[in-house]
Structure formats: structure tokens, C-alpha cells
């Protein structure tokens, strides 16, 4: 009777684990994520493989481990109430991805579409003897024409006991993802210079005698992903040839090769390949061109790229460097239309486009210079020159001043209504365009990351594409309005109301002027801005109030302090500023400067790295900095850590940071890159950072740490 009641017992214990294990799947929008596990009841000690199960609707994807040119992978961040140690959650066993063409030969994403479960191992305790609660915030990209990213709270119970109860339906599921993973490569991989391009043979193991259309998935963006992939092939194996993205050659090159065999079929497995002679055995045999991708198309990828650029255009419509110089602009529209000169408004629209469509096609022109000329070109690079920023600098302040009366323009600028000719008034159209370009160079990097990221070291066409799409952005709210009469009628009347609004917004002009006498920092150019901007605004009030018999003197005098005022910053700027020192503070924060040689030395002492990528001049940076890298409990969670915060100050051009930066395919700063007490292979961390990510990722490294400490 008490072998009965005791199975009885132990049967009820099962349902209720297999009842409490089921976890519906969660709906985040274009999937379908549910976290499961082979097991309803576990084992002390033992080892149980868990996995995300996604179901994705028709045509869309997520992404791999490298996410390719664009993208970002699945990430799960564990809540508090997670009653097993994080460490003791293994990585996820990644399947062998797709390729997605995103813009043909110019940039190529990995993932998955359709059904895809991710696998990882989980280690019960040996002491444990309680149900386990998994729980937590699972965040990936899901993306089609368009990418949206999605986050969905996932949790997930597992009973332990004394015998092994499986979950039949996640056993399946997990075992299907399982199923895709490449295993280790049996043979011999080698990569070997040839000229511009790098060849990578494989001879022996599980592909020798494979032929098909074949891919190399790299785990890092040592290699150009686009680029095709042209293969040979022989008695022993094979040979791949890659272009490089890296200016050198890794000691090792990791990732998976995949061969297509036919029927949807393909061979696979994760090679290491180091550098030395190409192997023997490995060509001879002609073989199919490499495939061009799978997933988005080019043409809809290529639209998808330009329609970012649109909106990082729109948004800066609403940027204090840009919004006072578009309020003069509505000004002038509001009194032109409330006389009724339509054809006005339509020619002034037409020529205000011209001018910040051409402003920023100018820029793309020099961005694709520095690159031509072998310079890392990176998101707001025209601001690590002192001269540029100087020059920037007196312009808000000159702006400013015009904002505030203090002189005029000439009311071509002003006023479309205006009797001037219509030479004047289009000039003076596609001039105010051509300010909003210039004013609006300081807000650029944040608001256009995604699509002036994807196409750093892509085509001559497709940066100008998208140079001339943001251009276009920026103008078009302008070019609506003047183009839709029916948008006429909703302006407000003219009145009082427009001088004192056209004042107000001198004050957004100087804050910015002020802003950028902060990111030159300790270079001699800051002091000569500051006072070169008072200059100038005595200069400019001379000018204006120029008059009688001293008129001429006078205004020469302004004329020429004027000049000096802007003179004396920029050539200022030009010199080469301090070599020591960060233009980058911390207050009260210990750091110490970047340098590869410096994170070789920490994590040769058993410690490890948080780098910082960061510039004064960079929005984001400087929201992470104030929101997240100076908080006391992220500070005592790296001390507790042992993990050192080092700072790679990119305010001014840098070949060793531009190299790191090219390194981990990063389009510019920021960039955070956190090392595990001696791994070689850094995580790149998210852009946007958060005090419990950081805790998270540094609380592994601690409670690693310990168990070191704690074993015998």
C-alpha cells in the first residue's frame, strides 16, 4: 500500500511539473516565442538542453550570432527571480543560418526564417532539490521590408526529483534545433593570403568529397559579407575565396561552412582555420557559383536602407540645431501665403530642396574622399576636426545674432512674399537650404546610425543614395507645404507672435555654439571660439549700426573684427592640439586610455576589460555616460568584478581606434566591447546601455570568479 501511494504520489508530482513546464507561446508581434525544455522533471547534476522556440510569420527573419553587415541576434536577459545561478546557463548552440540580401553585393545578413528553436545546456546543481523558475526578457529583431524589434517575457518551471520525466513535445523541439548545428570540423583548415583576397581550404573531414553551391558564415566581420564567395574543389576537399574587411589576418578565422547537396539539403561544419600554406588536394574540380542569398530582396533591402535615411532626415526637422533656422523659413511662408503668391511658395520650395539636397551631397563627396584616401571615415566624423567645429561654433553664433535682430540678411531669407526679384528670392531660397544643411551637421550621427552604418565601406552609388535621401528628408516637410494648397489655409495668420518666436529660438543657436566649444576640449581652438565669438558679435552690432560720418570706418572696423573673429578660431583649429590627456572626462571616475597593448596586459593579470568607444562630440555616448557609466552601482559591480574601464577617446581622428572600430564592424562611436578575465574575444554590447545590463553581465563574471575561488 505504500509503494502504491507513493507512485501515486510521485505521478501527481509529474502532471503538476508537465502542467507548470508548459509555457504558452508568447505572441511579440511577427512571432511566436515560447521557451522549452526536454525535460518536465530533471536530475540533480545533470545537464538539460532548454531552447527558444520561435515561429515567424511568412517572409520574416531573425539573426544568427553574427547578424552580417545589419542586425541584431536574439538576446535573453534572466530576471532576479531565476532560481539557478546565470552561470550555470550555457550559450545557445547556434544552427547553421541563411544568407539574406539585403542590397545585392553590397550588404548580406545571416539568420532564420520560418521555424527556428536556438538550444542551450543548462547544469542542475547537485544539491538541488527544488523546482527551478526560468524567467526573463528575451529581445531579438525580427525583420521583413522593414525591422522591428521586438521583446517578449518569457518563463519557463522544471521540477527536479529523483527520476527523469521528459517533456516529449519540448524534447522534440529542441532536438530539432540541435539538429542544426554544425558539428566540429575533422579535417585541416587553412587561411592563406592571395593579393587582395584570402583563400580559405579545407581538406579532409566530413565535407571532403561534398560539391555544391557553398557559404562561409564567419563568427566576426574579418571578411567582406556581400562579396561573392567563388569555390573550387578537389579529391580532399576545398577551397573558399573571401574578401577581407580586416587589414589583417587573424590568428585564427572562425565560423561554419555550409555546402548545398541538393533537395534543400546541406553539409556543414564549424571550422578553425589558421594562417599558412592552401592545402593540397583542395581544387581541380570545378564547382557551382556561390548562391546570392536567400530572404529579403535587393531591390526591397535597397528601399528599406533609403526609407531609414528618409526618416533620419524627417527627425531632423526637430533637432534645436536645425528647428530655429526652419522657423524663419515658416515665417516667410506664412506671410506669402496670407497674400496669396502661390507660384512664390512653389519656386522658393523647389530651390530650398536644391540647396539641402546639394549640401548633403557635398558631404557624401567628401565622406567618399577620406575614404578613398585610405581614411576610416566613421558617423560624425567632420566633428573630430577642431577647425570644423570652430567654424560651426560662430556660425550658431552668427545665426543667433540674426535671429535676434541685431542685423539682417536681406529679406530674401526671410520673407518669399517680398518684392525682390525672383533671382533674389531663389537665392536666397536655396541659401536658407544650404544653412539648414550646414546647422544641422552636429545632429546628423544619432538620428541616422542604422542607414549611414550599413553603408560605411559599401559603393561610391549607394552612399550618395543615401546622402541625397536624408538631404531630401530634411526638406521635404517644406516642399509639401509648398506644393498643397489646401496646407496654405492651416498656416497661421501673420502677427507680432512671428518676430518675438524668430527671437526666442536664437537662444537653441547659442546652446548649441556652447555645446560645441565643449567638444574641442582641451584644444587651444576652445579658448580662441570663446572669445572669437564675443569678437564677433561686436563686430557684427558695428556693422550694423554703421551710420553718418564715421560709416565707412566704422564698418570697416566691424568688417574686420569680423573676420579675425572667424579667422583666428579656425586657423586655430587647424594646429595639431595636445597628444596627452582625454578631451573625454569620467569626474570622479577612474579610467585609463585605450590601447591594445594595455588590454593585453589586464588580461594577462587575470582581470577584465570594459572599453569605452566614446567622443565628446557624440550624443548617444554622452547619454550612456550620464545614465549608466557613472552610476556607483555599475562602478562597485565592475570593482567587484575585477574588470578594469578603460576609454578610447575618438573626439579627434585616431588610426588605432578606427582599426578597432573597423575591427568589430562597428560604423563609429559608441562602441562598448567587454572582456571575461582571460578570453581574448571581446562581447560587443548593445549601443544603448542600461545600469541592470551591466550589472547582469558583470554579475557572471563575479560569481565565475568565485566558483574559481571555491574550487579545491
Known amino acids: 500500500m505504500t509503494a502504491l501511494l507513493r507512485t501515486f504520489v510521485l505521478a501527481l508530482a509529474a502532471l503538476a511539473g508537465g502542467l507548470a513546464g508548459q509555457a504558452q507561446p508568447v505572441d511579440g508581434g511577427h512571432a511566436r516565442v515560447e521557451l522549452v525544455s526536454e525535460r518536465e522533471v530533471a536530475t540533480p547534476g545533470e545537464t538539460v538542453w532548454l531552447g527558444f522556440s520561435f515561429e515567424m510569420d511568412e517572409n520574416w527573419h531573425i539573426y544568427w550570432k553574427n547578424a552580417g553587415d545589419a542586425g541584431i541576434p536574439p538576446q535573453m536577459y534572466w530576471d532576479d527571480d531565476t532560481t539557478i545561478a546565470t552561470d550555470r546557463i550555457g550559450e545557445i548552440e547556434w544552427p547553421v543560418p541563411h544568407e539574406i540580401e539585403v542590397v545585392e553585393d553590397e550588404i548580406m545578413d545571416y539568420g532564420y526564417d520560418d521555424r527556428i528553436v536556438l538550444a542551450f545546456p543548462v547544469t542542475i546543481p547537485e544539491d538541488q532539490d527544488d523546482a527551478i523558475r526560468f524567467g526573463g526578457t528575451l529581445d531579438y529583431l525580427i525583420c521583413e521590408d522593414i525591422c522591428i524589434p521586438e521583446s517578449v517575457e518569457l518563463e519557463l518551471f ?3 526529483g529523483d527520476r527523469q520525466v521528459p517533456d516529449m513535445r519540448g524534447a522534440e523541439l529542441v532536438a530539432s534545433g540541435l539538429a542544426k548545428v554544425p558539428p566540429q570540423f575533422e579535417g585541416t583548415a587553412r587561411l592563406t593570403p592571395d593579393g587582395e583576397k584570402w583563400i580559405l581550404s579545407l581538406s579532409g573531414g566530413q565535407l571532403a568529397g561534398q560539391v555544391g553551391e ?3 558564415f564567419p563568427d566576426t566581420h574579418d571578411i567582406r559579407h556581400a562579396s561573392p564567395q567563388p569555390s573550387e574543389f578537389g579529391e580532399e576537399g576545398l577551397r573558399l575565396t573571401l574578401t577581407p574587411l580586416a587589414e589583417e589576418m587573424p590568428d585564427v578565422l572562425t565560423g561554419v561552412v555550409a555546402i548545398s547537396v541538393g533537395d534543400g539539403e546541406r553539409v556543414a561544419a564549424r571550422v578553425s582555420a589558421e594562417p599558412g600554406e592552401a592545402l593540397e588536394g583542395t581544387t581541380g574540380i570545378a564547382g557551382p557559383a556561390s548562391r546570392s542569398g536567400e530572404g529579403a ?16 532626415g524627417l527627425i531632423l526637422n526637430l533637432m534645436p540645431c536645425v528647428l530655429p533656422v526652419l522657423s524663419i523659413k515658416a515665417i516667410g511662408m506664412v506671410q506669402a501665403a496670407s497674400k496669396g503668391e502661390k507660384a512664390h511658395l512653389r519656386e522658393h520650395g523647389i530651390w530650398y530642396t536644391i ?7 557635398a558631404t557624401g563627396i567628401v565622406f567618399l574622399s577620406l575614404r578613398a584616401a585610405g581614411q576610416f571615415v566613421s558617423l560624425g566624423f567632420q566633428l573630430q576636426y577642431p577647425a570644423v567645429v570652430a567654424a560651426l561654433a560662430l556660425i550658431m553664433v552668427l545665426i543667433g545674432l540674426w535671429l535676434l535682430g541685431v542685423f539682417n540678411l536681406g529679406t530674401s531669407m526671410q520673407n518669399v512674399g517680398s518684392g525682390l526679384a525672383a533671382k533674389q528670392g531663389n537665392a536666397g531660397a536655396f541659401f536658407t537650404g544650404v544653412l539648414a544643411a550646414v546647422v544641422g551637421a552636429p545632429c546628423v550621427g544619432p538620428f541616422v546610425v542604422g542607414a549611414l552604418g550599413a553603408v560605411l565601406d559599401k559603393s561610391a552609388v549607394t552612399v ?20 498643397v494648397p489646401g496646407l496654405h489655409r492651416s498656416l497661421p495668420k501673420p502677427g507680432a507672435w512671428m518676430e518675438r518666436l524668430k527671437q526666442a529660438f536664437a537662444f537653441p543657436m547659442f546652446l548649441t555654439a556652447a555645446w560645441l566649444i565643449t567638444v574641442l576640449g582641451n584644444h587651444p581652438a576652445a579658448g580662441a571660439t570663446a572669445f572669437g565669438a564675443v569678437i564677433l ?5 558695428l556693422m550694423s549700426v554703421s551710420g553718418g560720418k564715421l560709416r565707412v570706418p566704422v564698418l570697416a572696423a566691424g568688417a574686420a573684427l569680423t573676420v579675425f573673429a572667424i579667422g583666428w578660431p579656425v586657423v586655430t583649429g587647424l594646429q595639431e592640439g595636445p597628444k596627452e590627456g582625454s578631451v573625454t572626462t569620467y569626474a570622479s571616475v577612474t579610467t585609463e586610455p585605450w590601447s591594445p597593448e594595455r588590454v593585453d596586459e589586464l588580461l594577462a593579470e587575470g582581470k577584465g576589460v570594459f572599453v569605452d568607444f566614446t567622443a565628446s562630440w557624440c550624443a548617444t555616448c554622452q547619454v550612456n555616460k550620464r545614465t549608466t557609466l557613472t552610476k556607483p552601482d555599475v562602478l562597485d559591480a565592475m570593482a567587484q568584478a575585477n574588470v578594469s574601464f578603460l576609454v578610447a577617446d575618438f573626439t579627434r581622428p585616431d588610426e588605432a581606434i578606427s582599426a578597432e572600430l573597423k575591427k568589430h564592424g562597428s560604423p563609429g562611436v559608441p562602441m562598448y566591447l567587454l572582456y571575461a578575465p582571460g578570453e581574448r574575444e571581446p562581447e560587443v554590447l548593445p549601443t544603448l546601455l542600461s ?6 553581465k558583470l554579475g557572471a563574471f563575479e560569481t565565475a570568479s568565485a566558483d574559481v575561488n571555491e574550487t579545491p
Do not use: E, N, Q
Open 158 to 160: 522544471m521540477d527536479v
Open 214 to 216: 557553398t557559404r562561409f
Open 297 to 312: 530582396g535587393g531591390g526591397a533591402g535597397l528601399v528599406l536602407l533609403l526609407s531609414a535615411a528618409l526618416l533620419g
Open 355 to 361: 540647396g539641402v539636397v546639394l549640401s548633403f551631397a
Open 464 to 483: 550618395m543614395a543615401v546622402f541625397l535621401t536624408l538631404g531630401f528628408g530634411l526638406a521635404l516637410p517644406f516642399l509639401v507645404l509648398s506644393f
Open 537 to 541: 558679435a561686436f563686430g557684427v552690432w
Open 691 to 696: 545600469p541592470a545590463m551591466m550589472k547582469r
